[in-house]
Structure formats: C-alpha cells, structure tokens
C-alpha cells in the first residue's frame, strides 16, 4: 500500500471569494475527515462550530474544533465538515470528502478514479403508486 498527497483548497461557504492556499494533504482512507492549518481556515474566515474528539493510534484522546468548507482538489469539489488542525497535526483529505467528490482513491497510481454516485433506493412515482395499489390488493 502507497500512500500519496494531493493539494486540498478550503473555501470559505459564506464568501466563495475567501479561500486556503493549496495545502498539500495525505489522502488517508483511515481517517473520516479532512484536517487543514487552523491559521489557513481562520485566514480565510472559516469558522469553527463547534469541538470533536478523536482517538488517536496511541490511544489518546484529543479535540479540536470543526468548521464546514468547500473542499476542491484534482478538480474535485464537496461542501464538507473541515476539521482545523493544530501546528503538531499532519493536513488530511479524508474519506469523507473522498466520498463526496465522488472518487475512489488509485494507490498504486496516486490518484483520483471519478465514479457514479449510489442511491439507496429510487423509485418513480409511478412504481411507488403502482406498489401501493398491488399492496392494498392483499389486504
């Protein structure tokens, strides 16, 4: 297994105008958010929240505070909760925003697979009419 880096930009919801500079990232699939500089997101008027808790792999617990963000990367883009990052934190691109750019994540070739989003269930409104009077038929 490889591990690779991308850019990751954070723009701020309120004011497309206000963004991050690309910060380079580690696309980590273990990780369920992204993780960006404090400073940046603050710089760029992202504001947090409010607090999460984390486990760490040394079993420690930590908190940092969350914001929501645009997210682009690779010419990817999702709004995403973004987690602000102390000076000791590595920056992440977590599975989360990997899922909503709609991607899956190429190790070997370090990069981003674009793929069709799955729906859980979709019917018509004519399957739906048509499984309800099917339904009522056995009642």
């Not at 919801?13 to 699939?29: F, G, M, S, W, Y």
């Not at 760029?44 to 486990?55: C, D, H, L, Q």
């Not at 070739?109 to 099917?134: C, H, M, T």
């Amino acid at each position: 297994m490889s591990s690779f880096k991308v850019n990751i930009t954070a723009i701020n919801t309120k004011d497309e105008t206000r963004r991050t500079p690309p910060v380079d990232a580690l696309v980590d699939t273990g990780a369920e958010l992204s993780w960006l500089p404090k400073r940046l997101l603050m710089d760029a008027g992202i504001a947090p929240r409010g607090k999460k808790r984390f486990a760490t792999a040394t079993n420690e617990v930590i908190e940092r505070d969350f914001g929501y963000a645009i997210l682009e990367s690779e010419g990817h883009s999702t709004i995403d909760e973004i987690i602000f990052a102390e000076e000791s934190d590595m920056a992440l691109l977590g599975v989360r925003t990997i899922e909503g750019f709609s991607v899956m994540v190429d190790n070997v070739g370090q990069r981003f697979i674009p793929v069709d989003s799955y729906v859980a269930s979709f019917y018509s409104l004519k399957e739906v009419i048509r499984n309800k009077e099917n339904n009522d038929k056995y009642k």
